[in-house]
């Protein structure tokens, strides 16, 4: 389990309660965004067996996670929103470091601290909300996310020595702290 060097503060939880309508359907643009990220690490590392069979399953369950949101959505009679850039995933994608194998630790370890963040901030809502499907949903996909930031971290330290692994995750822990902090509450995972 990773540990997160700040939590989310309530008022986060607040701004999402108040337009939990928007929350989901970011929440859906999110989960097709993680499995685009599964896919990515295929396609741009073929010759990695090592993350083709974890990676690949990653994908499709997080294809699923967002078949399950969309179908929330639909029952609520909203729709999908446009792509649109998410702050605090691109200022952590501009901190993994240029160059082959930094850039591929890094980009794991990226990718296990942004499923950390939703572990955290979908148990918050898990928590916050009334007995029944979505309460239930929000259970499921926290553990989901526990199981998937664990995944990432685990593929650097096989890739990688373990050691540099640690020092590495505790930099981009530090700096996802700060971005967090810095960024104004919305009705979205990020």
Same mark, same amino acid.
């Given at each position: 389990?990773?540990?997160?060097?700040?939590?989310?503060?309530? =008022?986060?939880?607040?701004?999402?309660?108040?337009?939990?309508?928007?929350?989901?359907?970011?929440?859906?643009?999110?989960?097709?965004?993680?499995?685009?990220?599964?896919?990515?690490?295929?396609?741009?590392? =073929?010759?990695? =067996?090592?993350? #083709?069979? =974890?990676?690949?399953?990653?994908?499709?369950?997080?294809?699923?996670?967002?078949?399950?949101?969309?179908?929330?959505?639909?029952?609520?009679?909203?729709?999908?929103?446009?792509?649109?850039?998410?702050?605090?995933?691109?200022?952590?994608?501009?901190?993994?470091?240029?160059?082959?194998? @930094?850039? #591929?630790?890094?980009?794991?370890?990226?990718?296990?601290?942004?499923?950390?963040?939703?572990?955290?901030?979908?148990?918050?809502?898990?928590?916050?909300?009334?007995?029944?499907?979505?309460?239930?949903?929000?259970?499921?996909?926290?553990?989901? @996310?526990?199981?998937?930031?664990?995944?990432?971290?685990?593929?650097?330290?096989?890739?990688?020595?373990?050691?540099?692994?640690?020092?590495?995750?505790?930099?981009? #822990? @530090?700096?996802?702290?700060?971005?967090?902090?810095? #960024?104004?509450?919305?009705?979205?995972?990020?």
């Amino acid at each position: 389990m990773l540990e997160l060097r700040t939590t989310t503060p309530a =008022p986060w939880l607040d701004t999402v309660l108040a337009d939990f309508d928007a929350f989901l359907v970011d929440h859906a643009a999110c989960e097709r965004k993680a499995s685009a990220t599964g896919m990515w690490f295929v396609v741009r590392y =073929p010759d990695r =067996p090592v993350l #083709l069979e =974890p990676l690949i399953a990653f994908a499709r369950e997080e294809l699923e996670h967002f078949h399950r949101v969309y179908r929330v959505i639909e029952q609520r009679g909203l729709k999908l929103g446009a792509d649109r850039k998410d702050e605090y995933v691109g200022r952590l994608l501009r901190l993994a470091r240029n160059g082959g194998e @930094e850039h #591929l630790c890094d980009r794991l370890l990226l990718a296990g601290i942004v499923e950390a963040r939703g572990c955290e901030r979908f148990a918050l809502v898990a928590d916050a909300l009334p007995p029944g499907e979505l309460k239930d949903m929000y259970v499921d996909l926290t553990r989901a @996310e526990a199981r998937h930031h664990g995944l990432f971290v685990q593929l650097a330290r096989r890739l990688f020595e373990d050691g540099g692994v640690r020092a590495r995750l505790g930099e981009l #822990l @530090e700096a996802e702290a700060n971005i967090v902090a810095s #960024l104004p509450f919305r009705a979205a995972v990020h």
